[in-house]
């Protein structure tokens, strides 16, 4: 696709958790515990300091959803649950939010103001979310020229969706507090691909700080996209680098195939007339199994939409349909979706019935009739879906949309506005002096990092897995404390941890720093041997025994014990010493009968050595 000719617009928000203790309290960011409580809540709308109501808001509040809390041991406090105030800001987060604006040619305030937005979804049993802008009008450079940083901000984590059922959510506390920054770029995207590149940069930046989170859901994505005559839509919840590319390559088609759609409607003379009819008579009695199982004890209505027909069938990206789209907003009130006309209405097995409906509404073959079946929320949904396919004949409405595994997205709720921000009461403004900027440094970045470690004898693989890891840190300070060969310690710190966890399912995890600090010690002074790593950490972590009795009962084989293995396994195969694969051949019993108990160099030194002279 021709993306300048489209009119294609773009930014990027990079949400990153930090590697720190909760924002405004004392608890723990792990989210390794177990829930022990809950607690249930309702949230409501009010109006904003403007005296508007967030239309975001507002349609989170008419769903009327119930929401439980579970908390945790030292992962949530009283603070989560809305029912102590906020501590001071931690100073850590502010240093690190400062560094990432700094970082990006941000301007920094003078003074920093928290502030309050309305989120009444759940995600915070407060309903709203605390954040402060830190930076704002930076850049950044990219092989597409320079790309705008609108805001840099810190804010606080929301709560994670544990659980959905009917019309409850629960949601778990111990992710709630947790610092985010967040970095926002202006909308200088060219394409698709750029905007894989941008993302991927902002992430390497982050990274380079080496005080933020790593794992799954500790960075994700939102992305703002529009082309010319369709509205901005927000894409949330991108974790994966790898679909972003194609998640915005198929918004660009949606929104192109809706406004397709928009022009043939017109053409049409299209129209969503009021009424709605109650139906259940007409399925009562019904033999077919989808009535039975769906439709059965339920209020059923329906409606025409005049001059759709064949519309609905019409795929508007990937595999999802227009008639999917509409659906998507009686899922949002709680239904289970909808049935129409444009549907191959023989799989359910209800073509007498909806034979009748088109009677009923005196349907031509330009026209679609809707069936929607629900008890709470019916009326809710179905006006909800009739707005939609009002709106689709005027324009493609401003939303925000989930993202799905496929790249296509799916409908959230409406686009918030600028009514839900006004100011945070409970935490005073903070002064940036100049002193305090002179004092954040600019981290050094991956490409230079990775450049150093390379020059230091690494491999350009294991520098890349190195700078990748939470072990980075503990690699930069045993490196200067021991003997051991660099590749060697870089290796054990990462390969080797990947593939015992990948080959032998030890949870890897949940090693820290200061227990593979001692190992590696010991590995340093001969005192276990190198090969017995994945022993040592599979009895930790799996037997859950202690680690310094495992070292204690670990065997290590003396040089001389070795040695007169070694020669025992040489001599026992006299025949084979001229063969040029004799130390391949020797090396296995050697190793069957070290068992683990002497390092692996060793053993191949002293075996070459002992061929050698045996020759």
């Not at 915070?124 to 609108?150: A, K, Y």
Request: with cysteine; hydrophobic share 35%; proline share 4%.
């Amino acid at each position: 696709m021709d993306y300048k000719k489209l009119g294609f617009k773009c930014g990027i928000e990079v949400h990153q958790r930090l590697d720190t203790k909760k924002l405004f309290c004392n608890c723990s960011s792990t989210m390794k515990e177990e829930p022990v409580d809950e607690v249930v809540r309702k949230l409501r709308a009010v109006p904003g300091e403007t005296g508007e109501m967030d239309p975001a808001a507002l349609y989170e509040f008419l769903r009327d959803r119930r929401f439980i809390y579970k908390t945790y041991p030292s992962e949530s406090w009283e603070v989560e649950l809305d029912e102590e105030p906020p501590h001071n800001i931690r100073e850590e987060a502010m240093d690190i939010s400062l560094q990432v604006a700094k970082t990006l040619g941000c301007e920094i305030p003078d003074e920093i103001h928290p502030m309050r937005k309305t989120v009444i979804d759940g995600s915070n049993p407060s309903g709203f979310q605390r954040t402060m802008l830190v930076g704002l009008d930076g850049g950044m450079e990219t092989s597409e020229g320079t790309v705008g940083i609108e805001n840099v901000c810190l804010e606080e984590e929301s709560a994670q969706i544990l659980n959905r059922e009917g019309n409850t959510v629960t949601y778990g506390l111990n992710r709630l507090g947790i610092p985010l920054v967040e970095i926002g770029t202006a909308p200088d995207i060219k394409n698709p691909g750029h905007a894989r590149e941008v993302a991927e940069s902002l992430g390497k930046m982050l990274r380079s700080t080496r005080k933020v989170q790593r794992g799954i859901g500790s960075i994700r994505q939102d992305v703002n996209v529009s082309i010319k005559g369709g509205s901005r839509i927000e894409i949330k919840g991108l974790q994966e680098l790898d679909i972003l590319e194609d998640t915005v390559r198929k918004e660009v088609e949606r929104q192109k195939s809706l406004l397709d759609i928009k022009e043939k409607l017109n053409r049409r003379g299209a129209s969503v007339p009021d009424g709605v009819l109650d139906v259940e008579e007409v399925f009562e009695g019904s033999d077919s199994k989808f009535y039975g199982r769906i439709m059965k004890d339920k209020d059923i209505k329906a409606f025409i939409l005049k001059g759709f027909g064949g519309l609905l069938a019409n795929k508007i990206s990937g595999d999802k349909t227009f008639g999917k789209e509409l659906s998507e907003y009686a899922e949002a009130h709680g239904l289970g979706g909808i049935i129409h006309t444009d549907e191959d209405i023989e799989k359910y097995d209800l073509l007498d019935e909806f034979c009748e409906l088109k009677k009923k509404f005196d349907a031509g073959k330009d026209d679609v009739i809707v069936v929607a079946a629900g008890t709470k929320g019916l009326d809710e949904a179905i006006e909800a879906v009739k707005d939609r396919a009002k709106k689709s004949m005027e324009e493609i409405p401003e939303e925000t949309r989930d993202s799905n595994e496929d790249g296509t997205t799916s409908y959230s709720r409406p686009l918030p506005g600028k009514a839900r921000m006004y100011p945070e009461t409970d935490v005073p403004a903070i002064r940036i002096g100049q002193k305090k900027l002179e004092t954040i440094e600019i981290p050094e970045s991956l490409e230079k990092k990775k450049k150093d470690l390379i020059d230091d004898g690494l491999s350009e693989h294991l520098a890349e897995e190195i700078l990748d890891s939470r072990f980075y840190d503990l690699f930069g300070e045993l490196r200067k404390s021991v003997s051991m060969d660099l590749s060697t310690l870089a290796n054990l710190l990462t390969v080797e941890l990947k593939d015992l966890k990948k080959r032998d399912s030890i949870p890897t995890e949940k090693i820290n720093s200061e227990d593979l600090r001692t190992i590696l010690t010991y590995i340093d002074r001969d005192e276990i041997p190198k090969e017995s790593f994945g022993d040592v950490l599979k009895k930790m972590l799996q037997e859950e025994k202690n680690l310094e009795d495992i070292l204690d009962e670990t065997e290590v084989i003396n040089d001389r014990d070795l040695e007169k293995i070694i020669e025992e396994v040489v001599d026992s195969k006299k025949d084979i010493l001229d063969d040029e694969r004799a130390f391949k051949k020797l090396m296995g019993p050697v190793m069957q009968r070290v068992g683990g108990k002497a390092d692996g160099e060793k053993v191949s030194y002293i075996l070459e050595k002992k061929i050698k002279e045996k020759k």
